[in-house]
């Protein structure tokens, strides 16, 4: 499943965006979604993910409480919203369907092929 993050930029901490990730020519129907990030210099964590068998969103811990992922199927399109920004939230962000969405000592894992995604730059 091809899929394009949009919606990055430039925010001052505390304060809020929503990154969208669109299935441009396919679905993820049937498929675990999520977001991941990176940060320069720093390794690929995963942030959050829905599972396709029950529908639940699943946090890594240094997220829960400020950003909330959700999907409109009908649409192609799911989402993150992030608020309460910190300076620390600063990575490329990417979207990716595929299996599977676990959860390993409060923190999602990685999963899925991911594409160019977008850049949040939160300051200080």
């Known amino acids: 499943v091809q899929l394009q993050a949009s919606g990055g930029g430039l925010v001052q901490a505390g304060g809020s965006l929503r990154l969208s990730c669109t299935a441009a020519?396919?679905?993820?129907?049937?498929?675990?979604i999520g977001w991941f990030r990176q940060a320069p210099g720093k390794a690929r964590e995963g942030v959050a993910c829905?599972?396709?068998?029950?529908?639940?969103?699943h946090y890594s811990f240094f997220v829960k409480g400020r950003f909330t992922i959700s999907s409109d199927n009908p649409k192609n399109t799911f989402y993150l919203q992030m608020n309460s920004l910190k300076p620390e939230d600063t990575a490329r962000y990417y979207c990716?369907?595929?299996?599977?969405?676990?959860?390993?000592?409060?923190?999602?894992?990685?999963?899925?092929?991911w594409g160019q995604g977008t850049l949040v730059t939160v300051s200080s």
């Open positions: 020519g396919s679905t993820f129907d049937g498929y675990d």
């Open positions: 990716a369907a595929g299996r599977r969405c676990r959860v390993v000592a409060d923190t999602v894992l990685p999963f899925g092929s």
């Open positions: 829905i599972s396709s068998e029950d529908s639940s969103p």
